[in-house]
């Protein structure tokens, strides 16, 4: 038997699974035309575009620290530019901000639980790894999801986000050790993070196109590469079971072979 499919026979021990647009999808709960940004900018009573620049450009601390919380970078751009916002009104912004994850949160689809809890039954490992701020995550605790995970992620408290390696490294530490050749990565592809998982040693990353497929979110350009980017794509959550229980086909065998080949652990420093 030659090597590769050796390797591709040994059982996958632990799932890591994106969060938003993976097993849940916000864009099912999200107002229409509601832009989180946008929103808070007009409760503030600040211009649009400056507040929009800021909180793109904080972003990526927001997504690796929980301090400071999403109010105080919102209190601090008010007291900024001189328009202080009360301790009330950004409590008000954080609970309409924070409306629709947690909308999504605390309703996952039966067949997305049904799916974690089959591969559970088969002694597979779940762990959660999401690029997140805290603001997002504050329904976790109480969603349907929670208890099916063995270890939960998140980008603010690991201090690490996708496609960084060390992300993916903490979560498999977190489930015991498990090694990334013994795991396979799902997600939606958002920020690299089907590539992160390939190049963080996954034996098999699945795009979870479910979502994505339909709400909107991306071109069919982007899908396509983020199908490109994986072993596997699904189109209904169900699909993960077997898709990563599984071996893979022969041609999709050959090709991640290939790819397993070239692909460094670490990214070029
Ligand atoms: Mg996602």
Redesign the pocket.
């Known amino acids: 038997m030659p090597p590769d499919r050796k390797l591709d026979e040994a059982p996958i021990e632990a799932v890591v699974l994106?969060?938003?647009?993976?097993l849940v999808d916000p864009e099912e709960f999200r107002p229409p035309a509601f832009h989180r940004a946008d929103h808070i900018a007009e409760r503030l009573g600040v211009p649009r575009e400056p507040f929009v620049r800021y909180w793109r450009e904080t972003f990526p601390e927001r997504l690796v620290h929980r301090e400071p919380s999403v109010l105080e970078w919102i209190g601090e751009y008010a007291r900024s530019v001189g328009a202080p916002a009360s301790a009330g009104l950004l409590r008000e912004i954080g609970r309409e901000i924070g409306r629709v994850p947690a909308q999504a949160l605390a309703a996952p689809r039966p067949e997305v639980l049904r799916a974690l809890d089959e591969l559970r039954e088969r002694g597979i490992r779940l762990g959660l790894l999401s690029n997140c701020d805290e603001l997002e995550v504050r329904g976790w605790a109480t969603s349907p999801l929670a208890r099916r995970f063995s270890f939960t992620g998140f980008s603010c408290e690991l201090g690490f986000a996708k496609p960084d390696p060390r992300a993916y490294e903490a979560v498999l530490q977190g489930l015991g050790g498990i090694g990334p050749e013994r795991a396979a990565f799902a997600?939606?592809g958002?920020m690299g993070e089907l590539l992160g998982a390939k190049r963080a040693g996954f034996r098999r990353v699945v795009f979870v196109r479910a979502f994505v497929g339909h709400n909107g979110l991306r071109t069919a350009k982007q899908r396509a590469t983020f199908a490109r980017q994986a072993d596997l794509t699904v189109d209904r959550f169900e699909r993960l079971v077997p898709a990563v229980t599984r071996p893979l086909p022969a041609r999709r065998r050959r090709a991640a072979a290939a790819r397993r080949g070239p692909i460094p652990k670490r990214p070029p420093v």
């Open positions: 994106d969060l938003f647009h993976t997600g939606d958002s």
